[in-house]
């Protein structure tokens, strides 16, 4: 921004609010009105983008045209004009944030050697980073479980560690919260948001809203609070925490309406739930969502929060909720300053941000949720928008055994490899037991049996209603004498140390002990992968038998191969519900009318007979109180004495070691010229992968664990790590040789290429052979070949995985054709200089008979480029002949169009950053 001023202000804005006596200077929505038109129907969410225009106002990169488009988007309710965002700040998880720190430090050694300051490369915007991904569920059921956890994390991460323990101390607004505190979007929300942020400049006080980018999907949740914020790519977050703007179309926004209340026994995660799969019906892909209505008037920012949290389950950019007495409430019991909670309530009601009784801004779309007509629910078995009223579970089960069991014939062959004898039942759903002894007791698995049951995810863990909701049904379920089966792997993984603390002074957490539900780590646990091994008996049993069996956790996402390998249905479900089905054992049953089990008396003991009333919540939610949060959150950056001990170089540009498996530097500088190189037409390009719709970032970069037979195991041995200390796929993020071998390498994974198999396999065309995506990839690049993905509907939808677009490139992937793409991935694609490419409408990979071995030609990228281009794709057939198809660019922005030109969005900021000095 200009020295001299923060904003051109060419509407003359600026005025100020006293507050406690101190004066505010801030951007008047208001007075902007005397120029734009009435703008207090305009949605809460695109005033906040319109305060952003005004404020950053510089003639260049935010001009008059960008302001007037957001006014005249009341008008047409949409607009296709381009505009600048600039986040106050931004947030990083550990996963994510670990390649971002190598990217920076890779770029400072790009500036070192181009005889520049490599302190030139540094944070502008102040960037948190929580490490909250890497605690696997090694231990569990017991009172060590959590030291025990923690202890394998340090010893397994202590590379990592070190490596951002150097980033601290090197990169200037930078700060880290260690490791054992708390997951990054429930720190967001009980200490980091602000709601209404502000700096000192040229003499002055400027209060803004508080707004963000993250490197994880689920930074909407802090939507919750009022504060705008979204997942963006680990790449265009570098480039936002450098200075570059987040480029954008304005956005489309649906109104979302919420009437009545919740009914007894309801919660909200069935809430929530209903939601998403409201809005994935509605199809919301790129858009806002912001939330209005009556209904909103008695709404928890707990609750607030959990819808807000899943916005990349139902595909919305962000699930906004406006400001008003209950983020005022919020605020206060989770321990901000009085002065921070004043400055909060007069700027939102002096610019127009209050939420008002009545007030319906108008929206592009609406629709509409009355609380009572919610029913309790799950989600499953792989998607999460897919939910199943609590009462259909068991159908829901049996239908999936159904679509997707093989003929038994086919079942009593892979049984046979894996066990070397014959299924002995001839059912027609294949309902097999296997027996087995677990601690002296002997049971059996069967279809359906729950083999994890894990409270854990920042979904459901930063909401005390249902986590004191799920103590409850624990203490009811010890007073009866019952306990979880035996095969049931428990876990507790809460958000943040608050929930311990409420936990233990209302006694729910001794009961929670009891059923096993130990506390086993501050972090994403199950939800993110790191669910550990099951206990090796129940692995036999599942490999031997070919078991179909379940896990059931309260996170938010529960695609293929994520939680488990080696468990093929997921559901997601409250806290409360996860306790009630590790005592079940089993999803197929009805817990609205079929007994959860048997007590002690033999007497049959109903779901109905544990769960709480909303009474008993309330009360013990009395004990949740603000002292708590000053003593977990005060001193949130320091971390324990083992953090303190980490070794850390104190040198400005990092020193590479070649015999680290967890850092290397990556390859992405090489060679990188002061000139991008011109874009050449795509020629004569293989088909890596020829893939169906919905292929997660979790299907194209996986983040949990791996064999040692895959070539990421094989490459670790190789260099002396052995198969135990392998961590995972999220925890290798800054070594690019472990990526790239896991690239398109999920156990779950299709490729159409081939007949009846999973996992990350392709043809290698020129021979015919079956091999890894990866071993395929390095031959195609031996000798030059250019290589594309051809894929479905919704490619990339899920986690705001920077690697699933890394890996891609460095597989030597030059474009993906798609039906159609979730944002952060299309755009992650982008930043890494891989053109996604979109079919026409009527078109698909199926009307075009394409079977992986043709090749193919991309024409016209060879001129300038531009948004929304059409380029033609000429296949070429196996049988010599060939067919013509046009193709739009999803180069959506001319930002991204200038990113793309340079090969990607690092490229284009080393290169203005050198430009600027020389």
């Known amino acids: 921004m200009p020295s001299e001023q923060w904003s051109k202000d060419s509407l003359n804005t600026l005025s100020v609010i006293t507050v406690g006596g101190r004066h505010y200077h801030y951007y008047s929505l208001i007075k902007a009105e005397s120029t734009l038109g009435d703008l207090s129907q305009l949605p809460f969410c695109l005033k906040v983008l319109l305060e952003n225009l ?41 996963f994510t944030g670990v390649p971002s720190v190598v990217d920076l430090a890779a770029m400072r050694e790009a500036v070192r050697l181009s005889g520049q300051d490599p302190a030139l490369v540094n944070p502008l915007t102040p960037v948190d980073l929580v490490i909250d991904h890497s605690v696997m569920v090694d231990h569990f059921g017991d009172t060590s479980s959590f030291k025990d956890n923690v202890s394998i994390e340090m010893q397994r991460n202590q590379e990592r560690y070190e490596f951002l323990r150097w980033g601290q101390q090197a990169f200037d607004n930078f700060r880290v919260v260690p490791p054992g505190t708390g997951i990054c979007h429930q720190v967001n929300l009980e200490y980091l948001g602000k709601t209404i942020w502000y700096k000192e400049f040229d003499g002055k006080t400027i209060a803004y809203p508080d707004t963000l980018v993250g490197t994880d999907s689920h930074t909407t949740m802090i939507n919750g609070l009022g504060i705008l914020g979204w997942g963006v790519g680990g790449i265009e977050a570098e480039a936002a925490m450098l200075g570059q703007p987040v480029s954008m179309l304005i956005p489309e926004v649906v109104g979302f309406k919420i009437t009545g209340k ?27 969502v912001e939330f209005y209505g009556d209904g909103l008037k008695d709404m928890p920012v707990a609750d607030r929060a959990t819808i807000a949290n899943m916005a990349p389950e139902y595909g919305a950019t962000c699930g906004f909720f406006p400001v008003d007495e209950q983020t005022l409430k919020y605020l206060e019991l989770t321990g901000r300053e009085a002065s921070q909670i004043a400055l909060v309530e007069a700027y939102s009601k002096a610019q127009g941000l209050w939420r008002e009784p009545n007030h319906e801004p108008i929206y592009t779309d609406h629709l509409e949720l009355d609380m009572d007509k919610v029913e309790a629910s799950v989600a499953g078995p792989k998607r999460p928008q897919d ?11 049996d239908l999936f055994m159904k679509t997707t069991e093989v003929t038994p014939q086919e079942k009593d062959k892979k049984i046979k490899r894996n066990k070397d004898k014959n299924s002995t039942d001839n059912n027609a759903q294949r309902i097999t037991n296997a027996n087995l002894d677990i601690d002296s007791v002997k049971t059996h698995l069967m279809p359906g049996s729950v083999v994890i049951a894990a409270i854990t995810s920042c979904t459901n863990t930063s909401n005390p209603s249902v986590m004191i909701a799920a103590g409850l049904l624990a203490q009811k379920a010890v007073k009866r004498g019952l306990q979880t089966k035996p095969w049931v792997k428990t876990s507790l993984a809460p958000g943040s140390k608050v929930v311990t603390d409420y936990l233990k002074v209302t006694g729910l957490q001794e009961s929670l002990d009891q059923l096993g539900f130990n506390l086993v780590g501050y972090g994403c646990t199950t939800c993110i992968g790191n669910s550990g091994p099951l206990p090796p008996v129940v692995e036999k049993a599942i490999i031997d038998n070919d078991l179909t069996v379940a896990s059931m956790l309260s996170g938010n996402r529960n ?18 519900l996860v306790v009630a089905y590790a005592l079940a054992g089993n999803v197929r049953l009805d817990l609205t009318k079929d ?25 013990a939610m009395l004990r949740v109180k603000t002292e708590m949060f000053h003593k977990e959150y005060g001193e949130v950056f320091e971390g324990d004495d083992n953090w303190k001990a980490l070794k850390a170089s104190e040198s400005k540009v990092y020193t590479w070691s070649d015999n680290s498996t967890y850092i290397q530097q990556p390859p992405f500088f090489v060679g990188m010229q002061t000139q991008p190189d011109a874009i050449e037409n795509i020629k004569n390009a293989s088909i890596l992968a020829l893939l169906g719709d919905s292929v997660t970032t979790d299907h194209i970069s996986p983040a949990g664990s791996f064999k040692p037979d895959t070539p990421a195991g094989i490459y670790l041995q190789s260099h002396g790590v052995e198969p135990a200390d392998f961590n995972s796929y999220g925890s290798r993020r800054g070594n690019h040789e472990v990526m790239m071998r896991g690239t398109f390498a999920n156990v779950r994974i299709r490729n159409e290429m081939l007949q009846n198999v999973e996992g990350g396999y392709t043809t290698y065309i020129p021979t015919g052979e079956q091999m890894t995506i990866y071993d395929a990839a390095m031959k195609y690049q031996e000798n030059n070949t250019p290589l594309v993905v051809i894929a479905g509907k919704e490619y990339g939808t899920g986690s705001s995985r920077d690697w699933a ?13 798609a039906e159609s793409y979730e944002r952060i991935h299309r755009s992650n694609l982008i930043g890494m200089g ?53 193709l739009l660019s999803r180069i959506d922005t001319s930002t991204e169009a200038t990113y793309f030109t340079h090969g990607g969005i690092l490229h284009y900021v080393v290169r203005e950053m050198l430009k600027e000095k020389s």
Not at 807 to 815: C, D, I
Request: glycine letters at 8%; a positive charge; hydrophobic letters at 35%.
């Open 834 to 886: 891989v053109i996604p490419l979109q079919f026409p409408q009527g078109t698909d990979r199926l009307s075009l008979g394409l079977c992986g071995k043709e090749t193919i030609n991309i024409e016209g990228l060879s001129g300038e480029i531009h948004p929304g281009q059409t380029y033609t794709m000429l296949i070429n057939y196996p049988d010599g002949t060939n067919k013509r198809c046009n």
């Open 387 to 397: 939910r199943v009223a609590l009462k259909n579970i068991k159908s829901a089960f």
């Open 595 to 619: 007994p959860l089990c048997i007590d002690a008396n033999g007497d049959n003991v109903y779901l109905k007979d544990l769960w709480p009333t909303q009474q008993e919540i309330d009360e």
């Open 559 to 576: 695609f293929e191969g994520r939680v488990h390998p080696l468990v093929k249905t997921n559901w997601l479900a409250s806290p409360p």
């Open 54 to 94: 005004l404020r950053n106002e510089d003639s260049f990169s935010v001009t008059q045209t960008h302001i007037n488009a957001m006014a005249e988007w009341l008008k047409s309710r949409r607009s296709d004009t381009e505009i600048p965002f600039r986040p106050a700040r931004v947030l990083m998880q550990d």
């Open 805 to 817: 677009a890394k890996g891609t490139r460095l597989l030597g992937v030059k474009a993906v054709v």
């Open 262 to 288: 919740l009914r007894e026994g309801i919660n909200a995660t069935d809430l929530v739930l209903t939601v998403t799969e409201m809005l994935r019906k509605k199809g919301v892909v790129g858009k806002f």
